[in-house]
């Protein structure tokens, strides 16, 4: 456990240094042209690099197949100001003039995985459609040993993955003259439309099945079953199809469980598309064509590479519980990156000492005393790293201090501080709360908070706020009978012990010595 936490930290700490300085704030929309599980997991992992580019932010779209509103989706992104645009379009021919639109005022275009009909993009990057058909036919003209009927489902009509695996299909099938495509249907994609596909098919074809090619996993598995529920599937016939997804219902599961003979690995890679967005973003050269290499998926691998997802998605598991660990850094300046390393320690340290914890306590009765330790570590070392995050803005100020001396300047002051403890008071009791989300709630950036309440208080915003907190708590302690934990609690503590120390750095005495 502790050698996968460190190369799991050592991975985080390249990552982050390699990454650019240049993300100040960079807006990238994504228009998906569906929401099935193939694009749910290039979003997934879109957004784990936007933990290691945090000036990066991410508007997805999606228009569940609907080519006229993704066209009404691609243009509200434009008019939202976004810095570049990352298009999956539903069909070729429909989405060309909303990308035209986008590309003509100037904003980059990233079309990923299908293309259109016009050359106003920026780059490609996707998979060899055409050669994916292509494998496939081969594979299945081996399989057959060059004689057969093949039945073919096609993807959706008028988008390019289908018509260039369909070419590719049909480029193999040129090398095997004896293998007869015996019918051809379109699909949508979806499992429903390659079992109606398939029993279309069957409604004017009544010979042999040898082999099914579907556009995708989906669509084969539905042929499959239309053959079954008609009393054809001899359990002979080669069922191929493509995606090879490594989900519950994925093709590489269905792989394995002798489903579907053979899937096309049709890859996302989301981690290499963020990094050429932000190329082409920053000015860095880049590749207008960029296609990832597909494989093969059959009965004797799709184990091993399952084996290989499930460890992949280990590691996305623990990158996701470290970064909630670290809470949504805002800034992209110099300064944010240095506290997200500092962050990253602590929660790498937080994760190995519950690794070693939870293997050496197993009794029930001193469960509440260690988690009751770990509450009160966290919230001291959060009040820390925010006291450590004001001390380097007000490194960063000296020298550029402004004083205002009039009237109307102390009164605005006032005001201000009035307004600052009035926000501060109505989440005293919320442990979670932090200087960022005032600062948000005040509409200031935080160095500018922190410069304000400097000036007017002479204290920074995390000491008067714990000041206010331990004030309130000292006149409950009084005024009260409640016990001294649910006072904590009360005043924004989750750590009664952390709050005991905090009330006796400031009182100089203990809560006992008032609340008896």
Known sequence: MKSRASLIFLFLLSFLFSCSQEN???????????????????????????????????????????????????????????????????????????????????????????????????????????????????????????????????????????SERHEGFMAAMEDYPDINIAGFEHGDWTEESGRLAMNKMLSHYDGSIDAVFGGNDRMAIGARKALQAAGKDSGDIIYAGVDALPDEDGGM?????????????????????????????????????????????????????????????????????????????????????????????????????????????????????????????????????????????????TGNSDTEDSAESQNKDSGFILKFRNVVESHLDDPDISVDDISSELCMSRAQLYRKVKAVTGKSPVEVIRHMRLAKADRLLAETSLNISEIAYRVGFSSASYFTKCYRDQFNRLPTDVHR
């Open 24 to 162: 100040e704030h960079i807006v990238i929309g994504v228009s998906q042209c569906s929401e099935d599980s193939w694009r749910q997991k290039l979003k997934q992992e879109l957004i784990m690099t936007t933990y290691f580019n945090p000036g990066v932010e991410l508007i997805f779209t999606s228009a569940n197949d609907d080519s006229e509103l993704q066209q009404r989706q691609i243009d509200s992104l434009v008019n939202c100001g976004i810095d570049l645009l990352i298009v999956s379009p539903n069909q070729v021919d429909l989405l060309s003039s909303a990308v035209d639109r986008a590309y003509d005022k100037g904003i980059p275009v990233i079309l990923f995985d299908r293309k259109i009909d016009s050359e106003k993009y920026t780059a490609f990057m996707g998979a060899d459609n055409f050669q994916i058909g292509k494998m496939i036919g081969h594979f299945i003209a081996t399989g057959l040993n060059g004689k057969g009927n093949v039945l073919e489902i096609g993807g959706l009509k008028g988008s390019s993955p289908a």
């Open 253 to 397: 599961r269905l792989v394995s469980d002798s489903l579907l003979t053979v899937s096309a690995i049709y890859p996302t890679h989301g981690d290499e598309l963020m990094l050429l967005a932000l190329d082409i973003v920053n000015g860095r050269k880049f590749d207008k064509e960029v296609f990832i290499q597909s494989s093969l998926v059959t009965y004797d691998n799709a184990s091993v590479l399952l084996l290989q997802n499930e460890e992949i998605i280990r590691q996305a598991n623990y990158l996701r519980t470290m970064h909630s660990l670290t809470g949504r850094m805002q800034d992209a300046m110099e300064l944010q990156q240095v506290i997200i390393v500092l962050v990253l320690v602590f929660a790498l340290c937080i994760s190995v000492f519950l690794s070693f914890y939870v293997m050496a306590y197993r009794q029930k009765q001193t469960l509440s005393e260690e988690l009751q330790e770990q509450v009160e570590k966290v919230e001291r070392q959060r009040d820390e790293l925010e006291e450590q995050r004001d001390k380097l803005i007000e490194m960063s100020m």
